[in-house]
């Protein structure tokens, strides 16, 4: 079993910038490939952004390409997204996860946070 905790979400004005950071334990962390999704209410959840487990290798949505970098300290057990240039429609729950296949499907992922609201104010 692997325990993710996310933290770091909060309201920021458009433009601004958040980081999110998220804590594993458990099994060892550099053992997953680590992702970021998120939903809003009545809507599936969506890919963010994902990273294997050297950290060598990132992809992006291309809603987010450009302004948010995904990251992993893995001496640190943790996963971070530094959040640029924020925009309204970013607003969502944010949830770290991990998976022994990369890829951008929610499915693949067998262990999951509760999750960070993220608002962006107009």
């Known amino acids: 079993q692997v325990q993710l905790v996310e933290s770091g979400g909060g309201l920021v004005q458009a433009g601004g910038s958040l980081r999110l950071s998220c804590a594993a334990s458990?099994?060892?962390?550099?053992?997953?490939?680590m992702a970021w999704f998120r939903q809003t209410p009545g809507k599936e959840r969506e890919f963010v952004s994902r990273?294997?487990?050297?950290?060598?290798?990132?992809y992006y949505a291309d809603s987010v390409k450009g302004r948010f970098t995904i990251s992993r300290d893995n001496a640190k057990d943790t996963l971070y997204l530094q959040m640029n240039s924020l925009k309204p429609e970013d607003t969502a729950v944010h949830y770290c996860?991990?998976?022994?296949?990369?890829?951008?499907?929610?499915?693949?992922?067998?262990?999951w946070g509760r999750g960070t609201q993220v608002t962006v104010s107009s």
């Open positions: 458990g099994r060892t962390f550099s053992n997953y490939h």
């Open positions: 996860a991990a998976a022994n296949i990369y890829g951008v499907r929610p499915d693949l992922y067998d262990y």
């Open positions: 990273i294997n487990r050297s950290g060598g290798i990132t």
